[in-house]
């Protein structure tokens, strides 16, 4: 059973920058997809970041030139490194895993295709 557990939120200005980490275990983060999700008060989880096993990445258009997914498999973790934040970034991160294989094509930004869920991080970034 896969155990996916975040670090590295907080609170940060406007501008500022805040890297969060997702250690996996029971799963190997270079197996399918991974994805970053996020939830702010009131809204859907929607999908922010995610890295196929190939390492090909796909990004919603608000954090496109502000957010990196990458992961590093000598350390079996996922990371986000978010840089110049603003305040509608603000809400619950989530780190996302597929237990099935997926194609050479980006994956989706879908909650639907992840089977396994960390606890969330809180990130707040005030204007």
């Known amino acids: 059973q896969a155990h996916l557990v975040e670090s590295g939120g907080g609170s940060v200005q406007a501008g500022g920058s805040l890297r969060l980490s997702c250690a996996a275990s029971g799963y190997s983060v270079n197996t399918s997809c991974m994805g970053w999700f996020r939830q702010a008060p009131g809204k859907e989880r929607e999908g922010v970041a995610s890295i196929n096993s190939n390492g090909l990445t796909a990004y919603i258009d608000s954090v496109k030139g502000r957010f990196t997914i990458s992961s590093d498999n000598a350390k079996n973790t996922l990371y986000l490194q978010m840089d110049n934040l603003k305040p509608e970034d603000t809400g619950m991160y989530y780190c996302?895993?597929?237990?099935?294989?997926?194609?050479?094509?980006?994956?989706?930004?879908?909650?639907?295709?992840?089977?396994?869920w960390g606890q969330g991080a809180q990130v707040t970034v005030s204007s």
């Open positions: 996302a895993a597929r237990r099935q294989l997926w194609s050479q094509s980006a994956c989706w930004l879908d909650t639907s295709i992840h089977e396994y």
